[in-house]
């Protein structure tokens, strides 16, 4: 079973040829869709299985390389096509496959009639293919294979609707800003990979760890390399200072904002910190940086949450919370806990996106929540999905999302200390803040719509049952991970899981001193009465007295508009980067030196040859003698140099 | 000297095509309207030949009284010469209708040829060279007079002729010498007594004229005036034979000859010659190619300049050299083939409609053959990911390694260079347009032909370390 | 080593003195009197009539050639028919020597067979 793991990554790639190349001539949606999903749905079944064997073996031989073949050899640089089967890769194979299925099969009901719809099926099978290579390359130039092509089914998907207004701009542009500002990620976790071959003339995980291992590498070579792997994670995963694409993501079609731009592909760097955790684990200094980092995205973001009023910005900025969340707990050590909650906000962002979809596909595209209100009443599938979802994020036990982000806070305290877990729980709160507001303005209170024009309608099976799936995840997904002080010990399954693959990288980590229970759950406690506090805190405002809310933006006026316009980073950005780029690019580069220089000096060098080369000519008379003359003449001259050289 | 069943099978792809050359004899003359049969019986033969020398490839054997070599390098270039050949072979049945010199003839000079190339290829001696080269050098004078009554095609015809044996005659006045300094012809008595032989002048100078008179072959500057004439003039099915793999039998014959004296002293005597050679063929093929207007005389002189590049890896000598020519000849082969393919399936009924002005639009008018031709031409101008590219990276490469890195810097000015005119085709093909009509209706044999030399380049391009890895196997 | 060749160089440079010196020592040293029977083509015999440029048919090539190869071929066999005993005895070649020739004169027939049947040896 282990070596059909090339079916998972081959399967998609097959669905993205016969759609991409047929699409337009088989036309019929069902075919197309079908194609589309069972791809994506065999691929889940056989990591299903693969996960099952794995589970049959004991922990320390759950590691396979399936070599497929030879992909470049060049002296020392050996690069195969291979896959790594380990706890880790098959469990990130099961949440995109199986989270991937779902949105396909969600996405039939939410693409139908769009007139890109085999198009559409296309990328999503192509994005599914580019990760499962990420995730399960078995070496660093494979994984950024697949990290350049989700990056790429991104930039397409973004731009899905080319021809569509988005906000101040188009789509177009919105996918461009995404491409280019990946591309600086990129080129980060290119020199990483750079230094990566130059220290350890391999590319290949098993090859580079195992060196890591051996030590007798200085600290700093770990820094550089941590540090530039990093940057193309905070591209990739939206962190500060790059996590401004990720809301302009938004004008893609809402599954693609589900699987893409929550889901999964985000949270491919919060991956790769933990595929490279060893030699995270040697370079302490960035590990601080990764977690302050991801401490300062997640708050940043859940305060701008606060006051959007497009549901998919809200949701949008959440997620770029939620991944600093991730990075926290990878800085503070807590590897395993930052892949719980990849695997648990997987399911409830997912969810969450799909039903703001279900929403916005009732309320015929619109997406201000101030234009909502009430809608549980209409939609009541949507409405019970949503609140589930909004409950995880919240972080209420026993829905998933508490398990795992309790992990990260406790570990956040553990490791880190109590301001990492007062600014984390801070964002809890914030968290459920904002959530419940959301779900306050779009589900409960009086409709705001216009009901001569706008009738909200429940959205067709294909879409709900995804919901209802998703939803059922979001609430039972983390019972795999019930922490230790009440499961006892060797209780939490998934760190049972786990923990073969970072067990190198824990053994490198200082260990800290105890802490007793009573701190954990004191803690714990805290965090999830804060939460609970701020869910009734945000519906009590906007269902009751809106006034409270209006006279607040009103009483801090700048400090709304800071928070309403982004804290003005696009601009800031814009500003200081993008037009000083843009004007030299325009007046130097390209006017003056593109044009005057390299044009002229070709085209002087060009005319220059050719009025040479029509002299010549002259010299092919056709005169049959003439030319057993030059030939002569040649023989002549190099018998005499001959002669002279002896 | 007797023959073991060995001995028989390393020998059977010389031999079937012996057999089969007498067998299209016999078909010519008792069959009527043989001419028909005969194309795809030509084809069939030399496909069974190509694949023989494939699976014979270790079957090493010295025959003829050690004249005769085959296996290992030998057999890459037999299987060159007739899988080329019978790509020419499809390419030329409707083509040599077209150009109404539809005659059985025609393809028992085409074998005969192959069996000449394949002699100079095995040659472990310079008489058996000799005779080989003969063998092909007559064949291809009366094929390229073909079209007796086009007054082109016998123009070149003479002039071929009689500039060939000019240099048959160097060629041979070289062989004398050489027998006059060593008393013999066989190579193996010229590596034994190489020590004493390099100061020796009369054997360089035999060398000498013997480089002298390949280098006419292989077309290299200032022994290639024959060449633009002739291909020009010749049938255009009959020029790609003669390009490819007629260049390829020449320089077979410069590696059998070099291999084993540059093996026992490095560096070679003539590597400056070869040098020189190399530098003036590919500047001034490059350089006289842009002011052509007929598409024929542009690849002739393209040819010129690709035997510049090739004979790069011939004054790098190494390892990394030789097979770099190898790979490079067998790239050039089949982007020749194809572009010489297209253009006689583009060229009229009158023999005209080869000029730059003719392909107009053509873009918009056959996408299918422009689009080929457009896809040869980035090949041929060293665009990866076509098999041109790796043909020159290998050959530059090896001129690095050789520590002559101007060399390989004159190989990329030139090639940079010759862009310019094989894009002027594609730029002519799809951003000019007139309202002429071209009419072709592309065969299925030629379109098979092109398509075979096509997916080559292609599979070339982008695995070219299975095939080089194949050429080094054999040495 | 050049050494060895000047002899060579002699009789070159001899035949070149020789040469040029009969022909122009004849226009220097001997007396010049023409008439138009003296610089006629055959001073004593037949009028000439018409060019020397006489157009000959291009058949009587054909068969002067083919005529040439056979013949030339042909004498391939006779140092075989000489040298076949003392090849036959000797066991390295044996009875290879016969089929080697057996072999040259079949190939040797079909050309000529074909020759024949295209008409090669037809005068009209």
């Known amino acids: 079973m282990i070596d059909l793991i090339y079916l998972t990554v081959l399967l998609p790639l097959i669905g993205f040829a016969i759609n991409g190349l047929l699409g337009p001539k088989i036309k019929n949606e069902k075919v197309i869709g079908v194609i589309g999903s069972g791809a994506v749905g065999i691929s889940f079944l056989i990591s299903l299985g693969i996960f099952f064997e794995l589970l049959g073996k004991p922990a320390a031989e759950r590691h396979f390389i399936v070599n497929l073949f030879q992909w470049i050899k060049v002296d020392y640089l050996n690069i195969p096509i291979g896959y790594q089967v380990d706890p880790l890769s098959i469990l990130m194979a099961l949440v995109v496959t199986g989270v991937g299925f779902v949105i396909h099969v969600y996405s039939i009901g939410y693409m139908h009639g769009d007139k890109g719809f085999w198009r559409f099926f296309a990328y999503l099978n192509l994005f599914i293919f580019a990760m499962m290579n990420l995730i399960l390359a078995d070496n660093f130039v494979l994984l950024f294979l697949g990290w350049e092509g989700v990056g790429l089914c991104s930039y397409l998907l973004i731009g899905f609707w080319y021809d569509r207004k988005f906000e101040n701009s188009t789509t177009a542009d919105a996918a461009k800003k995404a491409f280019v500002v990946n591309r600086i990620g990129d080129f980060g976790f290119l020199i990483g990979m750079f230094i990566i071959y130059l220290t350890f003339n391999s590319l290949r995980f098993e090859e580079v760890f195992a060196q890591v291992k051996l030590g007798g590498i200085p600290e700093s070579t770990f820094n550089m390399i941590a540090l530039f792997l990093f940057i193309g994670a905070t591209g990739k995963s939206a962190q500060i200072p790059l996590y401004v694409w990720l809301p302009d993501a938004m004008a893609g079609p809402t599954p693609v904002s589900a699987l893409i731009h929550a889901a999964t592909m985000v949270t491919a760097g919060v991956y790769m910190v933990a595929r490279t955790s060893v030699i995270y684990a040697s370079a302490p200094t960035i590990m601080m940086v990764v977690a302050v980092v991801g401490l300062l995205t997640a708050i940043f973001a859940a305060s701008i949450g606060l006051v959007q009023n497009d549901i998919k910005k809200v949701l949008a900025y959440s997620t770029v919370s939620q991944l600093g969340y991730m990075f926290l707990a990878m800085g503070v050590g807590a590897f395993t806990a930052g892949i719980f909650h990849v695997m648990t906000h997987a399911f409830f962002k997912a969810l969450l996106f799909l039903a703001a979809g279900s929403v916005i596909h009732g309320m015929h595209e619109e997406q201000n929540i101030q234009k909502y209100g009430g809608l549980k009443k209409y939609m009541p599938v949507t409405y019970l999905t949503f609140l589930t979802g909004a409950i995880a994020i919240s972080g209420i036990p026993p829905f998933s999302g508490f398990f795992s982000k309790d992990e990260i806070l406790w570990y956040s305290y553990a490791n880190a200390g109590f301001a990492f877990w007062l600014v984390g729980a801070i964002t809890a709160m914030l968290t459920a803040f904002y959530m419940f507001r959301l779900y306050s303005l779009t589900f409960e209170g009086e409709g705001r719509f216009d009901h001569h024009h706008v009738h909200p309608h429940e959205s067709p099976k294909v879409m709900t049952v995804p919901l209802i799936v998703l939803a059922i995840l979001s609430v039972i997904g983390g019972f795999i991970g019930i922490p230790e002080i009440f499961s006892g010990s060797g209780g939490n399954q998934i760190k049972n899981w786990l923990d073969p693959v970072f067990k190198p990288a824990n053994s490198l980590l200082a260990k800290h001193g105890a802490h007793s229970h009573f701190e954990e759950i004191l803690l714990m406690a805290v965090s999830v009465a804060a939460a609970a506090g701020a869910i009734y805190f945000a519906r009590f405002v906007y269902l009751k007295r809106k006034d409270i809310a209006e006279s607040a933006s009103l009483k801090f006026p700048g400090l709304y508009r800071l928070l309403f316009n982004k804290y003005l980073i696009d601009e800031a950005y814009d500003k200081a980067i993008i037009s000083p780029i843009v004007k030299v690019s325009d007046g130097f580069l390209w006017k003056f030196t593109d044009v005057k220089i390299i044009d002229g000096l070709v085209n002087k060098t060009a005319s220059l040859i050719e009025s040479f080369a029509s002299q010549i000519r002259k010299m092919q008379t056709g005169v049959a003698q003439f030319y057993a003359v030059i030939m002569v003449l040649g023989i002549v001259i190099a018998f005499f140099w001959i002669m002279a050289s002896l | ?475 | 080593m050049l050494v060895e060749y000047i002899p060579l160089f002699l009789v070159i440079a001899f035949a070149i003195v020789f040469a040029f010196g009969t022909v122009f020592s004849s226009k220097i040293f001997g007396p010049q009197r023409p008439n138009p029977e003296k610089l006629s083509t055959y001073e004593s015999g037949v009028q000439p009539v018409g060019t020397t440029h006489e157009r000959m048919s291009v058949k009587y090539y054909l068969v002067a050639m083919l005529f040439i190869i056979f013949d030339l071929e042909v004498i391939f066999v006779y140092p075989w028919a000489v040298q076949f005993k003392k090849l036959y005895l000797d066991p390295s070649v044996g009875t290879t020597a016969f089929y080697a020739m057996l072999i040259f004169l079949v190939v040797f027939e079909i050309g000529y067979l074909y020759v024949y049947k295209k008409g090669g040896f037809k005068w009209d």
Request: proline share 3%; net charge neutral; charged share 10%.
């Open chain 2, 1 to 475: 000297m007797t023959f073991t069943v060995h001995d028989l099978i390393s020998l059977s792809p010389v031999l079937l095509i012996g057999v089969g050359i007498l067998a299209t004899l016999i078909i010519e003359m008792l069959v009527k309207e043989s001419e028909k049969i005969l194309g795809w019986f030509t084809f069939v033969l030399l496909l069974s030949v190509a694949y023989l020398s494939l699976i014979l490839l270790d079957h090493t054997a010295l025959v003829f009284e050690d004249k005769f070599l085959t296996g290992g390098r030998v057999n890459i270039f037999f299987f060159l010469f007739s899988f080329g050949a019978a790509v020419v072979s499809l390419l030329s049945m409707e083509y040599i209708k077209k150009a109404g010199i539809h005659f059985g003839e025609y393809y028992i000079m085409l074998l005969s040829s192959v069996l000449g190339m394949m002699l100079i290829s095995g040659a472990t001696d310079f008489i058996m060279i000799f005779i080989g080269l003969e063998q092909m050098s007559v064949c291809f004078y009366v094929l390229a007079g073909f079209n007796r009554r086009n007054e082109r095609s016998l123009e070149a015809a003479l002039k071929y002729f009689l500039l060939g044996s000019f240099a048959t005659g160097f060629l041979v006045f070289g062989l004398g010498l050489i027998y006059g300094a060593v008393g013999s012809l066989s190579i193996t008595e010229i590596v034994i007594g190489y020590e004493t032989l390099k100061t020796s002048p009369l054997f360089l100078t035999g060398t000498l004229l013997f480089i002298i008179g390949f280098s006419f072959k292989i077309a290299a500057v200032p022994f290639h005036m024959w060449v633009p004439d002739v291909y020009q003039g010749a049938p255009t099915s009959v020029t790609a034979l003669m390009s490819t793999t007629g260049k390829a039998a020449a320089f077979s014959a410069l590696i059998i000859i070099f291999s084993p004296i540059i093996q026992a002293a490095y560096p070679s005597f003539f590597t400056p010659v070869i040098s020189v050679l190399a530098v003036l063929s590919m500047l001034y093929g490059s350089i006289v190619a842009i002011s052509q207007n007929d598409l024929k005389r542009m690849l002739a002189y393209s040819s010129i300049a690709h035997a510049g590049y090739m004979l790069i890896g011939l004054a790098a000598w190494n390892e990394k050299g030789v097979s770099g020519v190898i790979f490079y000849l067998v790239a050039y082969t089949f982007m020749n083939l194809a572009a010489f393919g297209l253009i006689s399936l583009i060229e009229k009924r009158d023999l005209r409609g080869t000029e730059f002005s003719d392909y107009k639009g053509l873009g918009f008018k056959q996408p299918v053959l422009a689009g080929l031709m457009a896809l040869t031409m980035f090949a041929l101008s060293g665009i990866p990911p076509f098999a041109g590219f790796f043909g020159k990276y290998y050959v530059f490469l090896s001129a690095i390694e050789a520590g002559m890195t101007w060399l390989a810097i004159v190989g990329v000015i030139s090639s940079v260079i010759s862009v310019y005119f094989y894009l002027r085709l594609i730029v002519v093909m799809y951003f000019d347009n007139s309202d002429e009509i071209v009419m072709v209706t592309p065969s299925t044999s030629a379109m098979l032909g092109i398509m075979i030399s096509v997916l080559l380049i292609i599979i070339m391009g982008v695995a070219p370390g299975s095939i080089i890895n194949l050429i080094n196997s054999t040495f």
